[in-house]
């Protein structure tokens, strides 16, 4: 998300690209770097793999915040950011007055990255990934480049990402290190996912929209509470963990298969009553 937004500003402040070319950029770019970082870490089994993503993004707050130009080349704002603000229309490059636009373009990009992944979890690789997500030694027994597809997962992640990154920023006018790079943002689209459904199309969609309107509602309501908003998303994260550890989507899911199951016991027995009394 950082680099998505470093990228596009800097080539629209320095160079005049337009963000709409920008963000594109931006996204390959950051997918191949995920690709070279992301090369060893797969070596890292569980919690040592987050200890590492973890460690490599404060590497990236304490680089963006402390250097203020990219070798000499050009001015990254250090910890102050880098300021877009512009008072004019410009759709060329992604400047309007009012927000409006924003939520066609973000509405956009949402419907491209829920039929992107709807595709790929009902292709080939779909499954792949799926069974490196159930056990990883045991695809790779069965023959599946587990390396190779992990690359390609890191890559899209990364790409889409990045995107998300530019819109950001070119949103907010600003691109702060602190925000960014921060670990509030990333935890944030953790929670997201957990509370609806991480393994499904439809969960981080849900959950961020449950989590950010509850986020909004305290915010409106309960701003003299200070950190009430992380104690509720907390609670709640506990609750979805212990009683419903897929998160939403699966637990309604399953509840609608429990009734489905009961109801055709209830039936079958119905029948084995009326056979009997015949």
């Known amino acids: 998300i950082g680099l998505g937004a470093y990228i596009p500003a800097c080539l629209y402040l320095y160079a005049g690209i337009t963000p709409w070319i920008g963000?594109?950029?931006a996204a390959v770019l950051t997918g191949l770097f995920s690709m070279v970082l992301g090369y060893p870490?797969?070596?890292?089994?569980n919690i040592y793999y987050s200890f590492a993503t973890f460690a490599l993004l404060q590497v990236m707050l304490v680089i963006f915040k402390n250097f203020k130009t990219f070798f000499g080349l050009f001015?990254?704002?250090g910890a102050e950011g880098l300021k877009l603000t512009s008072t004019t229309n410009d759709p060329a490059n992604m400047q309007f007055l009012s927000k409006v636009p924003y939520y066609y373009i973000i509405l956009a990009l949402l419907v491209v990255v829920l039929l992107v992944s709807y595709y790929i979890s009902h292709s080939k690789?779909?499954?792949?990934?799926?069974?490196?997500?159930?056990?990883m030694e045991a695809a790779s027994s069965l023959g599946v480049n587990v390396m190779n597809l992990k690359l390609q997962a890191?890559?899209?992640?990364?790409?889409?990402?990045?995107?998300?990154g530019g819109f950001y920023c070119m949103f907010l006018d600003y691109v702060?290190?602190?925000?960014?790079?921060?670990?509030?943002?990333?935890?944030?689209?953790?929670?997201?996912?957990?509370?609806g459904g991480a393994n499904t199309l439809w969960g981080p969609v849900l959950g961020a929209g449950i989590m950010y309107t509850i986020n909004r509602m305290v915010t409106i309501y309960a701003a003299d509470i200070s950190g009430l908003a992380n104690i509720i998303f907390g609670v709640i994260l506990m609750l979805v963990i212990y009683f419903m550890p897929g998160g939403?989507?699966?637990?309604?899911?399953?509840?609608r298969e429990k009734r489905a199951a009961a109801r055709?016991?209830?039936?079958?027995?119905?029948?084995?009553?009326?056979?009997?009394s015949q």
Request: include cysteine; aromatic fraction near 16%; charged fraction near 15%.
């Open 75 to 77: 001015n990254l704002g």
């Open 154 to 164: 890191q890559f899209l992640t990364a790409f889409f990402s990045a995107v998300g």
């Open 248 to 255: 939403l989507i699966p637990w309604y899911q399953g509840m």
């Open 264 to 276: 055709h016991a209830a039936e079958l027995k119905t029948q084995d009553k009326g056979g009997c």
């Open 23 to 25: 963000i594109l950029i």
């Open 176 to 195: 702060d290190p602190s925000k960014m790079f921060g670990t509030d943002l990333s935890i944030f689209v953790m929670v997201y996912c957990v509370v």
């Open 41 to 45: 870490t797969f070596r890292l089994q």
């Open 125 to 135: 690789r779909g499954y792949y990934f799926r069974a490196i997500s159930a056990n």
